[in-house]
């Protein structure tokens, strides 16, 4: 017997929940660019990575960040070096875990949206950091 239908559903924060719709959209909008979604919210010990797609080759591992205000940085600064390493360490994992993904390439992506700016409401850094 599976007892988790038996469990009620975790409450969802609205901040999760913005969450949730942010990385719809960055997903939908990668898509759009031709990036094939592998994984969403890939969780381990490690950390969670939000997307993990494919871009031809390429394995690309993706973290959105949405930021309403430009304040502090905006959502691409808000990548600290220390969420870094905790991407890396998920990454690794995955494709410990994921043996067809050994070989191949990899980077690392932040997905920058930016509601309040109309210049550029979305940025995508490519290749935003390494290992």
């Known amino acids: 017997m599976d007892i988790r239908k038996f469990l009620p559903l975790r409450a969802v924060s ?5 969450g949730r ?8 909008w990668l ?3 031709g990036l094939r979604l592998l ?3 890939y969780r381990c010990r490690y950390g969670e990575i939000d997307l993990i797609m494919r871009h031809g080759e390429v394995l690309v591992f993706i973290e959105v960040r949405e ?3 430009s304040s502090f940085g905006g959502a691409a600064a808000s990548v600290t070096r220390q969420k870094q390493e905790k991407i890396i360490a998920t990454a690794q994992h995955f494709l410990q875990h994921q043996p ?3 070989h191949a390439p990899a980077r690392f992506d932040v997905l920058a949206l930016n509601p309040g700016n109309t210049a ?3 940025d995508w850094l490519q290749a935003a950091f390494t290992l």
């Open 14 to 18: 609205p901040r999760q929940q913005q």
């Open 21 to 28: 719709e942010a990385e719809a959209r960055a997903q939908a």
């Open 31 to 33: 898509e759009e660019r």
């Open 39 to 41: 994984a969403a919210n």
């Open 67 to 69: 930021r309403k205000h």
């Open 100 to 102: 067809g993904f050994h």
């Open 120 to 122: 550029t409401p979305i």
